[in-house]
């Protein structure tokens, strides 16, 4: 059995999930050789520390009793630097213009010889090389599945499974938000506008909903791709963005009359070329999915074109792609 | 370099795909540490045998040229019990009835301690768990990706990206003739029976095609994910299973009107039914593929539903998941 020590940076919904899935899992963890231990848990008023490991439900009734776990007035970056354990689950808010607390805590991991499992996108639109070159000259593990469509498995399927194909091109729907407006429009007839204050009203879209409906998170999404897949070193500034707020109902009644939908697609391909604008995608087509789930659809030379669809937020579903990625490092061969 | 001796056993359209393949991935097969040597190719005719590493291009170039590549008169299961090699990717013709030779040639296989690649449902309809308990107590390996779905990964995906999770159901479509067929007719309007004909014209259907249309290319599909993905010891005689042959226009039609598509749905839960039926499912749900597609989507406790698409057939799709299989295998950690 391999313990592994580790620090939950960010306790809110996403990390709370991590902390259910562990508890959840533990017996699960236990068969594949993984005992991992939670040291250190952080939000924004301070720490909960246990060297010897945290009583995880202890720490989740606190948080909903309270608002915080913090007993002592450390920083999740105090507790990467200060406690001695191997992994950082960052579950940080996420900040696309500066990388946030996020991109400090990650490269602080690596400094510390620490292996990092993330769900915040903000650092790899930012600093993806800087990040990954780090932590492969400290020997340490960067994995980050969930940065791309929550629980879609995109990163991890074209790393692992489709062996042997050329990636030409990614693209997909990488935000539910727009996804459930454009949806949302066409079966109620109504406006973009009128849309938009139902997803607010129902918590699927944010109050000032910029960050979504500009295409602004789907092109974080893109250039992640681009530089995990493909290699690349794009930050955002390098994505060719439209939104979706020019989208009127008419638009979507002329499409569904000619057998097609609109939706907000991202696409990397291996040219160098990123985008994010709405297409047109014919109804049938894999791509074609409503609400708010994400889809990805791979061309590859092989095994033409791979599609795989899934939730592309919620706590506990986001929890467990770090889950797939924590025994990804640690699993016994 | 690990040098991988092969038998290619079945030079139909799969076999002679897996030739290409290797073929055209033989630098990147080399980059990942594995030189693969074809030892032996068999057809119905014979053998062509180079312990050397016979020259693909040269036996794809005979094949082409005179319907053969046989030069001794030895079968694949005399090639498998006499010839030295490591590796059988075995790709006879399906045979869900008797498991044809390519039980047969599966169990030499292990019993001569040779891992074994294969796209033939056949035996693994038939004799799951014999022949894994087989590979096990020899220490071989045994992949059969290519079985369900041809280029679709959703064997793989279950084992590997999906790590973490406790799979309750999967289901999709499995079968591309069925679902061409089903297609055509709400765009055509047309009975059964035409769209069949038109099917049979362009090579989608069999002249008899009983084994697609009755839904027992599928009830095959869902007995290997039974087996393979839970664990399950199915055969096809366990599958409740309902064709498509009774589905008429105005079906499809009035289904269409309330949002809905009618699909040949496959489906395994972890209590142990296994059931192929035509379902109605909503358009825009993920399964509304159409075409000739195959889909699955996978219901786990944590991620929800994942989904994954991709082409069900064709020699280069399913040779690609030979060579993935092939990949994970022989891939130096």
Redesign the interface.
Known sequence: MKTVKASIIGFGSIGQGVAR?LL??KE??NK?GIDIKVVAITDSKGAAIDENGLDLEKCLAIKADKGTVAEKEMTGLDVINQIDHDLVIEATPTDVITGGAGLLNMQAAFENGRDVVTSNKGPLTLKFKELNELAEKKGCAFRYEATVGG???II??TK???????IESIKGIFNGTCNYIL?RMLEEKSSYSEILTEAVDLGIAETDPTYDVEGIDTAGKVVILANAVFGMNKTINDVDRTGITQITYEALEMSAKNGK?IKLIGEVRKDGSLTVSPRLV?????L????T?N?ASVQ????????????GA?S??T???I??D???IY?A?
Chains 1, 2 share one sequence.
């Open positions: 899935v959840m899992k699960y963890l594949e629980a879609m498995p991890n399927l692992e499974v489709m062996a042997g194909n050329e949806t939908t014919p109804i049938g087509h894999p074609s999915v409503s609400g789930l889809v590859t030379d092989l095994a033409g074109e791979i599609t795989v669809t899934g939730k919620g506990i579903e929890a467990s792609a889950l797939s924590i025994i990804s699993k061969d």
